[in-house]
């Protein structure tokens, strides 16, 4: 699927497409500072879709460790979430892992959970921030 860039008659794949607005790379996700306040209805919006993406993100970062526990440590599913949720949540392993490859599996399972925590932390808290920083820029009306 083509589409085509709005400042030339080449066409370009859709992804490209996807990350230019107006022409620009990287557009702004959230409104710029010379512009308005966001509504309080929209702002939850926004809030509720963030939160959304990372309840999704967490729950599949969850399924790839009950996953792997289950296959490369042999244990059962409650274990198996037991343990993916303590490693995910930074709080460690509960059992014995049998061998090497299990071991394995858990240190990079551990390293990656790291970053997808602080990952998700990130994403839900944005928009929080962007409203307190734009919200500290915003242009007050002299009487």
């Known amino acids: 699927m083509w589409v085509s860039y709005p400042r030339s008659d080449r066409p ?6 996807l990350l230019t607005v107006e022409g620009r790379y990287f557009p702004a996700m959230f409104e710029h500072r010379s512009k308005p306040l966001l509504s309080r209805k929209r702002f939850i919006q926004r809030q509720v879709k ?60 551990a390293l990656y959970s790291g970053i997808a925590l602080l990952t998700t932390v990130g994403v839900v808290l944005a928009p929080l921030v962007h409203r307190l920083l734009h919200s500290l820029h915003v242009e007050q009306d002299e009487d």
């Open 50 to 109: 963030y939160a959304l993406f990372a309840v999704g993100f967490i729950g599949v970062s969850l399924g790839i460790g009950v996953w792997g526990y289950m296959f490369f440590g042999g244990f059962d599913a409650v274990d198996a979430l037991l343990n993916a949720s303590m490693i995910l949540a930074g709080m460690g392993p509960m059992g014995e892992l049998p061998d090497d490859a299990a071991k394995l599996f858990a240190s990079f399972y």
């Open 12 to 17: 370009l794949p859709v992804f490209h497409a």
